[in-house]
């Protein structure tokens, strides 16, 4: 089973040019990344449970009913504080663009501490346990708190993997992310992620002047670089995942690499014209590279299977994939 843990958000996401306020009406997506990830693999077959906090209120008891029917243990979910975490993205747009709003502060995740959930009983059953780079990102205290998860997850001995997704606009506690991310990343045997994020959590170093000749060779080469360094300065990482994923108008061109012991695993190179939502993109990669993995899959495998559901998670509305594996499979045979 896997433990996923991390903040449930909700996105509303205006259309814009006042459309949402003639109209009255702003769409609302359940998400956060990890939420995202366990949605995946419940959908793919694989037993999840998901650990969040939420207020003690009838509106998380509607979310966690959800989360149940989507076949999510929600077991783990610790009721406390009084606020469900927010974001407003204009339909569309990607969670690094500019004009993503978050309205998060205080929120019962925010203000989760050390002790507060026990997690010798909620990682009963688990063999995975994944989280992102987002929780940590939030303040020193939630940084705290996966600490503690990781250090019980790794008595455990479970599969430890991690997101690098980087927020600029939530490192906001006068730390910076390579003051806090290494420590937490030293748990980790799957590290996913690319060149960029990893250079802004981890000091991995990048070639500024790589987009003045923006080769797939070079990206390819700069992947290996990176994972070579980060499995030897995190000697329980077995396996690093780069995405590469390029505006091309109003498409996007995607391909990514997974590097291990065997070597430089890369995927085939996906284009499309037009992209109806990016959020929950890489959330689907992520959880493609799980799935594979717990699958036991051949490296080359997973990798394409990770990056075929997330070039489909870019024609879906929302969040959350509700592709099959069938699905995902398709892609790759056309």
């Known amino acids: 089973m896997v433990f996923c843990f991390g903040e449930l958000l909700l996105r509303l996401s205006p259309s814009l040019g006042r459309k949402w306020i003639r109209d009255n009406n702003m769409p609302v997506f359940v998400g956060g990344a990890e939420l995202n990830v ?8 694989i037993p999840t449970k998901y650990c969040t906090a939420l207020p003690d209120n009838y509106l998380s008891a509607e ?25 407003y993205l204009p339909q569309g747009a990607d969670m690094k663009n500019a ?13 989760l501490a050390p002790g507060l959930i026990n997690w010798e009983e909620v990682l009963k059953g688990c063999s995975w346990f994944h989280f992102s780079a987002i929780s940590p990102a939030l303040n020193n205290t939630v940084a705290a708190v996966c600490r503690e998860a990781l250090y019980f997850a790794s008595q455990k001995n479970l599969n430890i993997s991690i997101d690098l997704n980087y927020r600029s606009k939530l490192w906001q506690y006068g730390k910076k992310p390579t003051q806090v991310m290494p420590e937490l990343v030293n748990y980790c045997n799957v590290i996913m992620g690319n060149i960029w994020a990893a250079n802004s959590l ?18 390819l080469d700069h992947a290996t670089q990176t994972a070579d360094e980060l499995r030897r300065q995190f000697p ?5 995942a780069n995405t590469f994923r390029f505006d091309k108008g109003d498409g996007i061109h995607y391909y990514a690499a997974l590097n291990n012991e065997e070597g ?3 995927s085939p190179e996906f284009n499309t014209r037009h992209v109806v939502d990016k959020v929950g993109s890489g959330d ?16 080359q495998d997973v990798i394409d299977f990770a990056a075929a ?7 879906e509305k929302g969040d959350t994939t509700n592709q099959t594996v069938q699905a995902v499979k398709k892609i790759l045979a056309n």
């Open 99 to 111: 004009g993503v709003i978050y309205d998060r502060s205080h929120s019962a995740f925010a203000e």
């Open 236 to 240: 329980v990482c077995k396996a690093v």
């Open 202 to 219: 981890l000091g991995m170093p990048v070639d500024d002047k790589i987009h003045h000749n923006p080769e797939k060779r070079r990206y």
């Open 38 to 45: 366990a949605t995946a693999l419940t959908k793919w077959g």
């Open 309 to 315: 559901a997330a070039y489909g998670k870019l024609q």
């Open 264 to 266: 430089q695993f890369v």
């Open 284 to 299: 689907c990669f992520m959880g493609g590279l799980i799935y594979g993995s717990y699958k036991n899959h051949t490296p």
């Open 63 to 87: 979310i966690i009913e959800e989360i149940r029917d989507k076949g999510i243990d929600p077991g783990p979910v610790h009721l406390s504080g009084k606020r469900v975490g927010l974001y």
